[in-house]
T-cell receptor
Framework: SQQGEEDPQALSIQEGENATMNCSYK?????LQWYRQNSGRGLVHLIL?????REKHSGRLRVTLDTSKKSSSLLITASRAADTASYFC??????????FGSGTKLNVKP | EAGVAQSPRYKIIEKRQSVAFWCNPI?????LYWYQQILGQGPKLLIQ????????DSQLPKDRFSAERLKGVDSTLKIQPAKLEDSAVYLC?????????????FGQGTRLTVV
């Protein structure tokens, strides 16, 4: 399978805490992207990290990529109730093909 | 910039009936995707177009699903006949594929219920 797989499947934290979710994949990729999906909505792109990059930041988001371990992590710092959503990693191979994992469901309690 | 438009938002049909979904991508986006998302799962790629040509339809159940993208802009996805297991959200996405702009932009999706 070319899909990434997220871990954990579900995560529940208090507001203000950090949330870390991981993504593992099996074959070489061009880039890896993280998306957020609020209940009943479409997916929103969060951040893209290329295969030759190791770390990227965007606001409260920090993404790392370890191509030797074929894994990535998404860290959300100082979480808010509004961060409650499902988070998906999408691995991109040739010809712009995106393959999504099954997601991590994050619940941030106020 | 207008986003990806999909219609209808919701559809309920009986099994063995047919249904069609429509997608209008972001203007200028050459790549268009259709994904199927079953409740509790991640999106599964059904078909990918580059302009009006098919790049990948390896996971499209071609005995019942068909898709087209006329003139390289709008796209329709059809299911005929529908089965109970086709109940899902069908997401359309588009991307520009310019350097540094690899992200896909998603529509709100069409929630299909087959009864």
């Amino acid at each position: 399978s070319q899909q990434g797989e997220e871990d954990p499947q579900a995560l529940s934290i208090q507001e203000g805490e950090n949330a870390t979710m991981n993504c593992s994949y099996k074959t070489s990729i061009n880039n890896l992207q993280w998306y957020r999906q609020n209940s009943g909505r479409g997916l929103v792109h969060l951040i893209l990290i290329r295969s030759n990059e190791r770390e990227k930041h965007s606001g409260r988001l920090r993404v790392t990529l370890d191509t030797s371990k074929k894994s990535s992590s998404l860290l959300i710092t100082a979480s808010r109730a509004a961060d409650t959503a499902s988070y998906f990693c999408a691995t991109e191979y040739n010809f712009n093909k995106f393959y999504f994992g099954s997601g991590t469901k994050l619940n941030v309690k106020p | 910039e207008a986003g990806v438009a999909q219609s209808p938002r919701y559809k309920i049909i009986e099994k063995r009936q047919s249904v069609a979904f429509w997608c209008n991508p972001i203007s200028g986006h050459a790549t268009l995707y259709w994904y199927q998302q079953i409740l509790g799962q991640g999106p599964k790629l059904l078909i990918q177009f580059q302009n009006n040509g098919v790049v990948d339809d390896s996971q499209l159940p071609k005995d019942r699903f068909s898709a087209e993208r006329l003139k390289g802009v709008d796209s329709t996805l059809k299911i005929q006949p529908a089965k109970l297991e086709d109940s899902a959200v069908y997401l359309c996405a588009s991307s520009q594929r310019a350097p540094g702009q690899a992200e896909a932009f998603f529509g709100q999706g069409t929630r299909l219920t087959v009864v």
